[in-house]
């Protein structure tokens, strides 16, 4: 699974763009907090017992167990106690899974918002950000993901509001211990729950850094991402790509789809909620051109199999750009939330696909309630992602926007705008999906980190 769940997330996103979704508006959220009286910073390295002792010392904070660290810090496991309903805190709580990675209590610390559940993290992982600052760091499970699940689970309170204002209980709590300027981070679905935070609580961190981040304003019918993906790359590559679909759904169709089917029984799993295997390679093979530029891009043109290609290796093909096990019931199962969010909120467009007339046989397929099983309710709720992107735009500030110049999610990229400040969008040359500061060209990347260390209070690299 733990494969199949890392190629399969990127996925999530690749719907996204096009749609105008919402969170409590301006005027239903809870106003954001003033920005804190800076403190001293503590300048000391607790000793082991300490620190532990410190942190279980906080409201709602509990300290699980120390992991394997890199030289130089320390990795802690925590829980922290938090309302299902933040409107209401008396009605239920669950505990939200952190884990810290301590350097020393006079460092920054860097938010880092997941986006999902930490079971796929190691513990030890430090953001780019993270390694750039020499700081601290507090990776933060998504709410309803993995071990921060309310149970009974009340699905209409997810939503960015209440994940922000998790994201700023932890900062208020852990502020007490690590006062030196903080810097909040994700990528992809992790990268727009950054930004959420920031506009729900903007003085919170003192800059944000959000990678492959899309915002999720515009055409619910996805024509931004058609015309991308009719000018990504060279013509040779898309057409490749295209002839893959029309193989894939045309003389293919029976073989692939058997095969989909077999192997989810190997597995000993079924494909009930996406409708079967059919339903499932209709609605793969659509999403493949933009899951193959995100993760593969130009590199992977001379790999995209031809005419000539066996069912096995054309599947195997498939199966490694998309990620087919990870549609089956349980493993739609474990992300369910992040469905909801598409289905409420973020936003998921449909392809037009001119490619593949004649060859489509499931109408609506593209349509997130395809995996999102029939009994959980959802109400489209069409003013959230233009809150933000207003608020970006016309307030946003010490941000920091990071994107491939392949990735489809760029078709919908976020903007500054005339009230925005100290903001800044960047765009790696042919880069994919998994984007950093070091896929940026030379001058970029040194304005980036510069911009970074300036927000963190941070002269230089400190060893």
């Not at 001119?354 to 709720?381: C, D, E, K, S």
């Amino acid at each position: 699974m733990k494969t199949l769940r890392h190629s399969f997330m990127p996925l999530l996103l690749t719907g996204l763009l096009a749609s105008a979704v919402a969170a409590p508006s301006a005027a239903t959220a809870r106003p954001a907090e003033a920005r804190p009286a800076a403190a001293p910073a503590a300048a000391t390295r607790p000793a082991a017992g300490d620190l532990s002792t410190r942190l279980a010392a906080i409201p709602g904070m509990r300290v699980v167990k120390e992991n394997p660290a890199p030289a130089g810090y320390r990795s802690i496991e925590l829980r922290y106690r938090q309302p299902v309903d933040h409107r209401h805190p008396d009605r239920g709580a669950f505990e939200q899974r952190l884990f810290l990675l301590h350097r020393a209590t006079d460092r920054p610390m860097v938010l880092h918002t997941n986006g999902y559940d930490l079971d796929y993290q190691d513990p030890a992982l430090r953001a780019e950000p993270t390694e750039v600052l020499k700081s601290n760091q507090i990776s933060v499970e998504q709410r309803y993901f993995g071990t921060s699940t309310p149970h009974p689970t009340d699905w209409t309170k997810l939503d960015i509001w209440q994940a922000a204002t998790d994201h700023h209980r932890i900062v208020r709590a852990l502020r007490t211990l690590y006062r030196a300027p903080w810097i909040s981070t994700g990528g992809s679905k992790g990268g727009m729950a950054t930004v959420y935070h920031r506009r729900f609580y903007p003085h919170d961190v003192a800059g944000s850094v959000a990678y492959s981040a899309p915002d999720n304003t515009g055409n619910r019918d996805g024509t931004a991402e058609d015309r991308f993906l009719e000018r990504v790359g060279s013509p040779a590559c898309r057409d490749a790509l295209t002839a893959v679909q029309r193989e894939l759904l045309g003389a293919r169709r029976t073989q692939t789809a058997g095969r989909i089917a077999r192997s989810a029984a190997a597995h000993g799993d079924t494909l009930h909620i996406v409708g079967g295997a059919d339903r499932l390679l209709e609605f793969t093979t659509l999403m493949l051109p933009e899951r193959f530029w995100m993760a593969q891009g130009e590199e992977g043109c001379g790999r995209i199999p031809g005419r000539g290609a066996t069912g096995a290796a054309l599947y195997a093909w498939f199966d490694g750009v998309m990620g087919l096990q990870g549609y089956t019931d349980l493993s739609v199962s474990l992300v369910t939330a992040s469905f909801y969010q598409l289905g409420t909120q973020l936003g998921m467009s449909e392809r037009a696909a001119p490619q593949l007339a004649g060859l489509l046989r499931h109408p609506g397929i593209q349509r997130i309630r395809t995996l999102v099983p029939r009994n959980i309710a959802m109400r489209f709720q069409p003013a959230a992602m233009p809150d933000i992107d207003r608020w970006v735009r016309r307030h946003g500030s010490e941000l920091m926007f990071v994107y491939g110049g392949n990735d489809p999610v760029r078709a919908h990229p976020f903007r500054t705008g005339p009230g925005s400040r100290d903001t800044h969008v960047y765009v790696g040359p042919h880069a994919g999906h998994h984007m950093s500061l070091d896929k940026l060209t030379p001058g970029d990347r040194e304005r980036a980190t510069a911009t970074l260390r300036r927000w963190a209070g941070v002269d230089g690299p400190t060893a």
